[in-house]
């Protein structure tokens, strides 16, 4: 029991020695010291916002047509008797040339017949002129025998009066002067119908005039001239080949112009189309299309490592948008598509070729401008004036292939982030880094 109270006595004293030196300890150490972090900014690619005089571009690709294709439809029938040499598909042949002859003496005999026929109905005519002539001669002198006639039968009325002829002499003289009044209204009759006789014949007449006419035509129609200057594309016939009526028997394009349909979104054909004019649809036809709408052409072409150009013009929009796509077709039109050719560096614009088409819009001053890669959605970030980092909402008008036009939530100067920024936070610290060779590209791309 001793030994356990001698050990409790001892611990209180070494608590307490504890105690004193851990507030000592404290009060002597020195405070902890703080450490400051600096803020590290984050380097960025910038542009300043240029203000430029955009022209609005939109390339398209498209299918080469010719703007006119011919048919040439048997409008008689017969063998071929003829063919042009070079009637072959893909043959050039100048407006005019004979392409083909279907044997034309069937057509030849028909015009002979149609002659001969009109020669005889202009004999009868003439016969019934001289038979109208005889029968008014005729007639005259009939009349001057029924006034004989007339006197006669009173001559002998009175011989009656005083019985110096029977009555049977008096009758006879009756019946002489019916017969003479007779023959002269059958003259008169005759006359009467010579008239309907000349009409009759001048009816048929014009009809045989109508069967030559028609066989003449025919005639014509079995030589098939090139209606201009053209490239085959069909040849559907052989030589003594027989052609029914209403087959085909050659196609052409011609080469004068060429088109290419391009489709386009109508939002993207708006993008281009800043014109105020107004026009109605009965106008359309003596309007300018491309000059209406503002708009201008150019088809292009890489030929090998050659970019082939032609100009070109906006001629007009196609009936109805495409059910599938729901884009609008624009047709466009170049003249002399053959011109100029050079073998391996400048080809022709043949039908089918794929091209490209470049439509201009009318210039647009004082526009401000941002290349695409510095569009997020609606926003943009803006490097402030203390060099922190703002999200800003823009208003976007036309879009190009490599920029966008700002029409609001931008100033002309101000800096706007083009790097792909990982972590964006509002307010962060940036190091802006003038990109000059993506501002040189934005404005080559706008005035190219």
Same mark, same amino acid.
């Given at each position: 029991?001793?030994?356990?109270?001698?050990?409790?006595?001892?611990?209180?004293?070494?608590?307490?020695?504890?105690?004193?030196?851990?507030?000592?300890?404290?009060?002597?150490?020195?405070?902890?010291?703080?450490?400051?972090?600096?803020?590290?900014?984050?380097?960025?690619?910038?542009?300043?916002?240029?203000?430029?005089?955009?022209?609005?571009?939109?390339?398209?690709?498209?299918?080469?047509?010719?703007?006119?294709?011919?048919?040439?439809?048997?409008?008689?029938?017969?063998?071929?008797?003829?063919?042009?040499?070079?009637?072959?598909?893909?043959?050039?042949?100048?407006?005019?040339?004979?392409?083909?002859?279907?044997?034309?003496?069937?057509?030849?005999?028909?015009?002979?017949?149609?002659?001969?026929?009109?020669?005889?109905?202009?004999?009868?005519?003439?016969?019934?002129? $001289? !038979?109208?002539?005889?029968?008014? %001669?005729? +007639? =005259?002198?009939? @009349?001057?025998? /029924?006034?004989? #006639? &007339?006197?006669? *039968?009173?001559?002998?009325?009175?011989?009656?009066?005083?019985?110096?002829?029977?009555?049977?002499?008096?009758?006879?003289?009756?019946?002489?002067?019916?017969?003479?009044?007779?023959?002269?209204?059958?003259?008169?009759?005759?006359?009467?119908?010579?008239? $309907? !006789?000349?009409?009759?014949?001048? %009816?048929? +007449? =014009?009809?045989? @005039?109508?069967? /030559?006419?028609? #066989? &003449?035509?025919? *005639?014509?129609?079995?030589?098939?001239?090139?209606?201009?200057?053209?490239?085959?594309?069909?040849?559907?016939?052989?030589?003594?080949?027989?052609?029914?009526?209403?087959?085909?028997?050659?196609?052409?394009?011609?080469?004068?112009?060429?088109?290419?349909? $391009?489709?386009?979104?109508?939002?993207?054909?708006?993008?281009?189309?800043?014109?105020?004019?107004?026009?109605?649809?009965?106008?359309?036809?003596?309007?300018?299309?491309?000059?209406?709408?503002?708009?201008?052409?150019?088809?292009?072409?890489?030929?090998?490592?050659?970019?082939?150009?032609?100009?070109?013009?906006?001629?007009?929009?196609?009936?109805?948008?495409?059910?599938?796509?729901?884009? $609008?077709?624009?047709?466009?039109?170049?003249?002399?598509?053959?011109?100029?050719?050079?073998?391996?560096?400048?080809?022709?614009?043949?039908?089918?070729?794929?091209?490209?088409?470049?439509?201009?819009?009318?210039?647009?001053?004082?526009?401000?401008?941002?290349?695409?890669?510095?569009?997020?959605?609606?926003?943009?970030?803006?490097?402030?004036?203390?060099?922190?980092?703002?999200?800003?909402?823009?208003?976007?008008?036309?879009?190009?292939?490599?920029?966008?036009?700002?029409?609001?939530?931008?100033?002309?100067?101000?800096?706007?982030?083009?790097?792909?920024?990982?972590?964006?936070?509002?307010?962060?610290?940036?190091?802006?880094?003038?990109?000059?060779?993506?501002?040189?590209?934005?404005?080559?791309?706008?005035?190219?």
């Amino acid at each position: 029991m001793k030994n356990t109270r001698l050990m409790r006595l001892l611990i209180f004293p070494a608590i307490l020695i504890g105690v004193v030196v851990l507030l000592l300890l404290v009060r002597n150490s020195a405070k902890p010291v703080r450490l400051v972090v600096a803020e590290e900014a984050t380097a960025v690619r910038v542009i300043s916002v240029p203000e430029v005089t955009v022209v609005p571009r939109l390339m398209a690709t498209g299918n080469v047509a010719p703007s006119r294709v011919w048919s040439s439809i048997a409008q008689v029938s017969g063998k071929v008797s003829a063919l042009h040499p070079r009637l072959k598909r893909g043959a050039l042949i100048n407006e005019g040339e004979v392409l083909l002859q279907i044997d034309p003496r069937d057509f030849e005999l028909a015009i002979t017949q149609a002659e001969t026929g009109l020669e005889a109905i202009r004999v009868q005519l003439a016969q019934v002129d $001289v !038979e109208e002539a005889n029968t008014e %001669a005729l +007639l =005259e002198i009939e @009349q001057q025998d /029924l006034a004989l #006639a &007339r006197s006669e *039968l009173q001559r002998k009325q009175k011989m009656l009066q005083q019985n110096s002829i029977s009555q049977s002499e008096h009758g006879k003289e009756q019946r002489s002067l019916l017969a003479q009044q007779k023959r002269v209204q059958t003259l008169i009759n005759s006359i009467k119908l010579y008239p $309907v !006789e000349r009409r009759r014949l001048a %009816a048929e +007449l =014009e009809k045989q @005039q109508a069967q /030559l006419d028609n #066989a &003449r035509l025919s *005639l014509e129609r079995t030589t098939i001239r090139m209606p201009f200057n053209g490239r085959i594309a069909e040849v559907k016939i052989e030589l003594q080949q027989f052609v029914a009526l209403g087959s085909l028997m050659v196609v052409a394009d011609g080469i004068d112009k060429a088109e290419v349909a $391009v489709q386009l979104p109508m939002s993207r054909l708006g993008s281009l189309i800043h014109s105020e004019a107004v026009f109605n649809s009965d106008e359309a036809g003596s309007t300018d299309l491309g000059e209406l709408l503002g708009l201008s052409a150019r088809v292009l072409l890489q030929q090998n490592e050659h970019l082939v150009e032609w100009d070109a013009r906006v001629a007009r929009l196609t009936e109805a948008l495409d059910p599938r796509t729901r884009t $609008v077709g624009i047709i466009i039109e170049v003249d002399r598509p053959y011109a100029q050719v050079q073998p391996g560096r400048r080809p022709p614009l043949v039908k089918g070729l794929f091209v490209d088409v470049l439509l201009s819009g009318q210039p647009q001053e004082k526009r401000r401008v941002i290349p695409l890669s510095a569009l997020h959605g609606q926003q943009v970030f803006v490097v402030t004036a203390d060099q922190r980092l703002q999200h800003r909402e823009v208003t976007i008008g036309s879009r190009g292939a490599d920029y966008v036009i700002v029409t609001s939530g931008l100033q002309t100067g101000e800096q706007v982030v083009i790097s792909d920024l990982i972590a964006v936070v509002e307010g962060m610290l940036l190091k802006p880094v003038a990109d000059e060779a993506t501002l040189q590209q934005l404005l080559s791309s706008i005035h190219e």
